[in-house]
């Protein structure tokens, strides 16, 4: 639909009117400048194979987080601080936060009015009678309204975004934690057990030389001796291939940590946040399951999400009405200047009420509705399971404590009888290699109650070994 008027006036007035709105708004658009950015595999993998702990500006990120750094380089590592390093270097992190600050960007521009269309027509004509122009020329403004229900739901739907990604950091900031804290109790797990093995290779190559020495005497048979030097032999091997096992365990924490192996060669490790008297936080059962409603991030992400696709729905309905575009505009015309106005929207008539993308969009948000019922089950099911876990391990490890309790007894009083002359020093060897398989088994136990701890704590998305906030901040500060 178009109305115009006609005015008589020359060619050159329309001519350097249609030029200054041109420049107008050329010069009205600024322009970003093309930068080249190329990628360096090279020089990327060098830049990998140089992180080290003592990077200052690692010491920065460690104080922007309250962590208490007296002297820098630190002397040793705690797991909260490895969780900051890791932080600072896992690349994985790194694209979370390009995607959430994309997302940002993607905000803070949804809300742009569309720019308006501008057309030039120009035309030429045969009949230049009476001394008219043979050019017809013009310009027209294309200006398109749209409903500001379209726009809300839009903006809507661009604010879940953000929040998802925001989200998903800290999703993805837990994850690399859990990570990082079972690589860590693998790395213990292996340094004790190298320890505990040399205990028992000490005490049976003592035991070894007492049966030598009653062989040459005769109190000892080749059975005795040969039994002990195989046990000695075995005791050895597993030394040896433990040896492979704490590498493998360095390496599997580098690598989790997002460093190479070599910046951990000379790192010391505190590992008191495992050995605590009292094991991880102990927690009631209602503590525990206020904690898995508010805290896990998977659930979080899922609810905005699911706002992403109910704000999809949204616009999808919206757009059952269509958009009105006005085109005002000047033409000049063989002498006649012409002022129009037209008006333009698109028809709803093969498909009037957008059925398709809503009926899709409906969909979609059943998807993430299911999605979500399921999620929520498999964390209530981690939940269940995870508890029971620690609970029978727990039980496990005091059954063997009070049984290395009742062993260092017997141990105590073979000491006794030694001293006294009632127990040679065979027999207290033996029971100091009772003791040390005893204490072995609890320190495996141990070990297994801090690994199903760390289930529960990946199950409630919340720290049971530290009181400190394992929770990552804002991405604009990076």
């Given at each position: 639909?178009?109305f115009?008027?006609?005015h008589k006036?020359?060619l050159?007035?329309?001519?350097?009117?249609?030029?200054a709105v041109?420049l107008?708004c050329v010069?009205?658009c600024?322009?970003y400048?093309?930068?080249?950015?190329p990628?360096?595999a090279g020089?990327a993998?060098?830049?990998?194979?140089?992180?080290?702990?003592?990077?200052?500006?690692?010491r920065?990120?460690?104080?922007?987080?309250?962590?208490?750094?007296?002297?820098?380089?630190l002397?040793?590592?705690?797991l909260?601080?490895?969780a900051?390093?890791?932080?600072?270097f896992?690349?994985?992190?790194?694209?979370?936060?390009?995607?959430?600050?994309?997302?940002?960007i993607?905000?803070?521009t949804?809300?742009?009015?569309?720019?308006?269309?501008?057309q030039?027509?120009?035309?030429h004509?045969?009949?230049?009678?009476g001394?008219k122009s043979?050019?017809?020329i013009g310009?027209?403004?294309?200006?398109?309204?749209?409903?500001?229900?379209?726009r809300?739901?839009?903006r809507d739907?661009?604010l879940?975004?953000s929040?998802?990604?925001n989200?998903n950091?800290?999703a993805?900031?837990?994850?690399?934690?859990?990570?990082?804290?079972?690589?860590y109790m693998d790395?213990?797990?292996?340094?004790?057990?190298?320890?505990?093995?040399?205990?028992?290779?000490d005490?049976t190559?003592?035991?070894?030389?007492?049966?030598?020495?009653?062989?040459?005497?005769?109190?000892?048979?080749?059975?005795?001796v040969?039994s002990?030097?195989?046990?000695?032999?075995?005791?050895r091997?597993?030394?040896?291939?433990q040896?492979?096992a704490?590498?493998?365990?360095?390496?599997?924490?580098?690598g989790?940590?997002?460093v190479?192996?070599t910046a951990?060669?000379?790192?010391?490790?505190?590992?008191?946040?495992?050995?605590?008297?009292?094991?991880?936080?102990?927690m009631t059962?209602?503590?525990?399951?206020?904690?898995?409603?508010t805290?896990?991030l998977?659930?979080q992400?899922s609810l905005?999400e699911?706002n992403?696709?109910?704000?999809?729905?949204?616009?999808?309905i919206?757009?059952q009405?269509?958009?009105?575009?006005?085109?005002p505009?000047?033409v000049?015309d063989?002498?006649?200047?012409?002022?129009?106005?037209?008006?333009?929207?698109v028809?709803?008539?093969?498909?009037p009420?957008?059925?398709?993308?809503?009926r899709?969009?409906?969909?979609?948000r059943e998807i993430?509705?299911a999605?979500?019922?399921?999620?929520?089950a498999?964390?209530i099911?981690?939940?269940?399971a995870?508890?029971?876990?620690?609970?029978?391990?727990?039980?496990?490890?005091q059954?063997?404590?009070q049984?290395?309790?009742?062993?260092?007894?017997r141990?105590?009083?073979?000491?006794?009888q030694?001293?006294?002359g009632?127990?040679?020093h065979?027999?207290?060897?033996r029971?100091r290699?009772e003791?040390?398989?005893a204490?072995q088994a609890v320190?495996?136990l141990?070990i297994s109650v801090?690994?199903a701890?760390?289930?529960l704590?990946?199950?409630?998305?919340?720290p049971l070994?530290?009181?400190?906030t394992?929770?990552?901040?804002?991405?604009?500060?990076?």
């Amino acid at each position: 639909m178009t109305f115009s008027r006609r005015h008589k006036s020359s060619l050159w007035f329309g001519a350097d009117l249609l030029c200054a709105v041109v420049l107008l708004c050329v010069a009205g658009c600024a322009t970003y400048q093309y930068e080249a950015k190329p990628l360096d595999a090279g020089q990327a993998a060098q830049d990998y194979t140089a992180r080290n702990l003592n990077d200052p500006a690692l010491r920065d990120f460690l104080q922007a987080y309250q962590y208490p750094v007296q002297q820098w380089p630190l002397t040793d590592w705690d797991l909260h601080a490895l969780a900051l390093a890791t932080w600072y270097f896992h690349p994985d992190l790194q694209v979370a936060i390009a995607e959430y600050r994309k997302a940002k960007i993607h905000e803070e521009t949804v809300n742009e009015r569309i720019n308006p269309g501008m057309q030039i027509p120009l035309e030429h004509h045969s009949d230049t009678a009476g001394g008219k122009s043979p050019w017809h020329i013009g310009v027209l403004f294309d200006l398109i309204f749209e409903r500001e229900g379209k726009r809300q739901a839009r903006r809507d739907q661009a604010l879940a975004e953000s929040s998802a990604a925001n989200i998903n950091i800290h999703a993805l900031a837990w994850n690399i934690y859990g990570q990082l804290r079972q690589k860590y109790m693998d790395y213990y797990s292996a340094l004790k057990s190298d320890a505990q093995l040399t205990t028992r290779a000490d005490i049976t190559g003592e035991i070894l030389k007492l049966l030598l020495r009653r062989k040459e005497l005769g109190q000892a048979s080749d059975f005795e001796v040969s039994s002990m030097q195989i046990d000695l032999q075995r005791i050895r091997l597993q030394q040896a291939s433990q040896k492979f096992a704490i590498v493998d365990a360095m390496h599997a924490l580098a690598g989790a940590m997002g460093v190479p192996a070599t910046a951990l060669e000379h790192t010391e490790f505190r590992f008191a946040d495992l050995e605590m008297p009292d094991g991880p936080v102990d927690m009631t059962e209602n503590e525990i399951r206020q904690l898995a409603l508010t805290h896990r991030l998977d659930i979080q992400q899922s609810l905005a999400e699911y706002n992403v696709y109910e704000a999809a729905l949204r616009l999808e309905i919206e757009k059952q009405y269509p958009d009105l575009t006005l085109s005002p505009g000047f033409v000049f015309d063989q002498g006649d200047m012409i002022w129009a106005l037209g008006a333009a929207w698109v028809l709803p008539l093969l498909h009037p009420q957008n059925e398709g993308p809503i009926r899709e969009a409906l969909a979609q948000r059943e998807i993430k509705q299911a999605e979500f019922l399921a999620l929520q089950a498999r964390a209530i099911n981690e939940l269940e399971a995870a508890r029971a876990r620690l609970a029978a391990q727990k039980t496990a490890l005091q059954q063997a404590q009070q049984l290395l309790q009742e062993t260092v007894m017997r141990s105590q009083q073979v000491q006794k009888q030694y001293d006294l002359g009632y127990a040679d020093h065979l027999e207290l060897s033996r029971s100091r290699v009772e003791t040390a398989a005893a204490a072995q088994a609890v320190t495996d136990l141990r070990i297994s109650v801090l690994k199903a701890a760390g289930q529960l704590e990946d199950a409630i998305q919340y720290p049971l070994f530290t009181h400190a906030t394992y929770h990552y901040q804002d991405a604009e500060r990076d």
